[in-house]
């Protein structure tokens, strides 16, 4: 863009400020001054519109409104086709994804389809822990706080300590516990003693028996005290390994699972209740999200719970923009009675751990439809500049970006009105890699938006 209009009109500007402040006005120019001025200035916009004229016809439609056929036709400055020119391939819109990748599974094709449209059902949930993969860490008696081995979000091996817990209860258990292993080992000397003595008819049989008879007793009691200490949450071996010196009524909590810190309620200094979590231990890579279901939604959930699992989308309020797949996989068949609903339980991938319990959710259930549409992966079609377009196999390694329509958008699914025919291969896992490639020029170093 030319900028000495502009230069000229802040000169113009300049100069009449300069002039207001003087103490003597300055004279009018003449007429021919003023005419010559008003000359120039409208030559500059003139070519200023001329070389916006030109820029608009030196630049070259995108790669999305030519045809593949005239893509491939194109050379490069380096003299090769401009689509198998490492430097020069992103500006037609093609990639070249060696064999390897698909191999490795980094890049997956899938053929468009006709599948049957969903019928979309719109509830509201609020995300929970998978039970089955976490473990809810608490203290059996009631105590202090003394101590933690570990911040939230830590990832722990399966024993390892979390929680010290000060308690009056384990002291005493702890005592107990010594003194029957002190019994123990003195009832085992006695036994033993008299079983030499015995041998060699020193001492009476009712002797030997009554011996073996307090040791008997001695091994009962010693069992009872080291299972007082693990039902109040000691490990076997911190049980085992307790001294007199180490005993001091403390107990370690630890973990009993290998997993990340989920959840951790403990301050030393803090009492600790029996029926309260201190930590929760385990694996949200999966998790439930509980969703209501009226009354008049029932029957038709139950149908197409009949056909197959049904799918489902989840999305909340921190990541509007994404969409969390999932599937039906309880439907309960109790109502409670206070909402007048049934509790329908979503399992839901969360590799990256953006759902977090707690968090209120809307619920998608899809419904098996009637009406029939070509589809791809949702997460095949990607986005520039407001247009939509997926990437095609073209031949050998590499592919190609193609405009497409979209329409209807299901459970993972896109429904393509436009751009693509049946059978037509299309990049689902990796597309995104492409489209980043594909856009160097725009985003430098970067990544795509």
Same mark, same amino acid.
């Given at each position: 863009?030319?900028?000495?209009?502009?230069?000229?009109?802040?000169?113009?500007?300049?100069?009449?400020?300069? #002039?207001?402040?003087?103490?003597?006005?300055?004279?009018?120019?003449?007429?021919?001054?003023?005419?010559?001025?008003?000359?120039?200035?409208?030559?500059?916009?003139?070519?200023?519109?001329?070389? +916006?004229?030109?820029?608009?016809?030196?630049?070259?439609?995108?790669?999305?409104?030519?045809?593949?056929?005239?893509?491939?036709?194109?050379?490069?400055?380096?003299?090769?086709?401009? =689509?198998?020119?490492?430097?020069?391939? %992103?500006?037609?819109?093609?990639? /070249?994804?060696?064999? #390897?990748?698909?191999?490795?599974?980094?890049?997956?094709?899938?053929?468009?389809?006709?599948?049957?449209?969903?019928?979309?059902?719109?509830?509201?949930?609020?995300?929970?822990?998978?039970?089955?993969?976490?473990?809810?860490?608490?203290?059996?008696?009631?105590? +202090?706080?003394?101590?933690?081995?570990?911040?939230?979000?830590?990832?722990?091996?399966?024993?390892?300590?979390?929680?010290?817990?000060?308690?009056?209860?384990?002291?005493? $258990?702890?005592?107990? %516990?010594?003194?029957?292993?002190?019994?123990?080992?003195?009832?085992?000397?006695?036994?033993?003693?008299?079983?030499?003595?015995?041998?060699?008819?020193? #001492?009476?049989?009712?002797?030997?028996?009554?011996?073996?008879?307090?040791?008997?007793?001695?091994?009962?009691?010693?069992?009872?005290?080291?299972?007082?200490?693990?039902?109040?949450?000691?490990?076997?071996?911190?049980?085992?390994?307790?001294?007199?010196?180490?005993?001091?009524?403390? +107990?370690?909590?630890?973990?009993?699972?290998?997993?990340?810190?989920?959840?951790?309620?403990?301050?030393?200094?803090?009492?600790?209740?029996?029926?309260?979590?201190?930590? @929760?231990?385990?694996? *949200?890579?999966?998790?439930?999200?509980?969703?209501?279901?009226?009354?008049?939604?029932?029957?038709?959930?139950?149908?197409?719970?009949?056909?197959? /699992?049904?799918?489902?989308?989840?999305?909340?309020?921190?990541?509007?923009?994404?969409?969390?797949?999932?599937?039906?996989?309880?439907?309960?068949?109790?109502?409670?009675? #206070?909402?007048?609903?049934?509790?329908? /339980? &979503?399992?839901?991938?969360? /590799?990256?751990?953006?759902?977090?319990?707690?968090? =209120?959710?809307?619920?998608?259930?899809?419904?098996?439809?009637?009406?029939? $549409?070509?589809?791809?992966?949702?997460?095949?079609?990607?986005?520039?500049?407001?247009?939509? =377009?997926?990437? &095609?196999?073209?031949?050998?390694?590499?592919?190609?970006?193609?405009?497409?329509?979209?329409?209807? @958008?299901?459970?993972?699914?896109?429904?393509?009105? *436009?751009?693509?025919?049946?059978?037509?291969?299309?990049?689902?896992?990796?597309?995104?890699?492409?489209?980043?490639?594909?856009?160097?020029?725009?985003?430098?170093?970067?990544?795509?938006?």
């Amino acid at each position: 863009m030319n900028t000495r209009p502009f230069a000229c009109i802040l000169l113009a500007l300049a100069v009449s400020v300069a #002039s207001a402040s003087c103490k003597k006005a300055a004279p009018a120019p003449a007429p021919a001054a003023a005419k010559a001025e008003g000359n120039e200035a409208e030559g500059h916009a003139a070519h200023a519109d001329e070389g +916006i004229a030109k820029e608009a016809e030196s630049k070259e439609p995108s790669d999305l409104d030519r045809p593949v056929e005239e893509l491939v036709a194109l050379t490069c400055e380096h003299k090769k086709k401009t =689509f198998e020119c490492d430097e020069c391939r %992103y500006e037609t819109g093609f990639v /070249r994804a060696p064999a #390897s990748l698909t191999e490795g599974g980094l890049i997956t094709t899938v053929k468009t389809e006709r599948k049957k449209v969903a019928v979309p059902v719109t509830l509201t949930g609020e995300v929970r822990f998978d039970e089955r993969r976490v473990s809810h860490v608490s203290s059996q008696v009631e105590g +202090i706080v003394r101590a933690t081995h570990v911040t939230l979000g830590d990832r722990v091996r399966k024993g390892q300590p979390l929680v010290e817990i000060e308690s009056v209860a384990v002291g005493a $258990a702890q005592a107990a %516990y010594l003194e029957s292993q002190s019994l123990l080992v003195l009832a085992r000397r006695n036994f033993e003693r008299l079983s030499e003595l015995r041998k060699e008819s020193i #001492s009476s049989e009712k002797e030997s028996l009554q011996a073996r008879q307090e040791l008997e007793t001695a091994e009962i009691r010693a069992a009872n005290a080291l299972g007082t200490l693990t039902r109040l949450g000691a490990s076997d071996a911190d049980a085992r390994a307790l001294t007199s010196a180490t005993a001091g009524g403390r +107990i370690v909590l630890r973990s009993p699972m290998d997993g990340l810190v989920l959840t951790l309620h403990a301050v030393p200094g803090e009492a600790a209740k029996s029926d309260q979590s201190l930590a @929760t231990v385990g694996d *949200n890579s999966t998790v439930w999200v509980w969703a209501d279901l009226y009354e008049r939604d029932i029957l038709s959930v139950a149908r197409g719970q009949a056909a197959g /699992r049904l799918e489902a989308s989840v999305s909340v309020k921190a990541y509007p923009d994404e969409q969390f797949a999932g599937g039906v996989d309880l439907v309960t068949q109790a109502m409670e009675e #206070s909402s007048r609903t049934v509790k329908v /339980r &979503v399992e839901v991938r969360n /590799r990256a751990g953006h759902l977090l319990s707690g968090m =209120f959710a809307n619920v998608k259930l899809y419904l098996p439809g009637t009406d029939e $549409a070509l589809a791809i992966p949702r997460g095949a079609v990607l986005e520039d500049e407001g247009r939509s =377009f997926v990437f &095609v196999r073209h031949k050998g390694d590499y592919y190609v970006r193609r405009p497409v329509t979209v329409g209807r @958008t299901w459970a993972g699914w896109a429904e393509v009105k *436009n751009g693509l025919q049946p059978g037509q291969a299309v990049v689902a896992e990796g597309a995104f890699l492409m489209k980043s490639d594909v856009l160097r020029s725009k985003m430098g170093a970067g990544c795509a938006d």
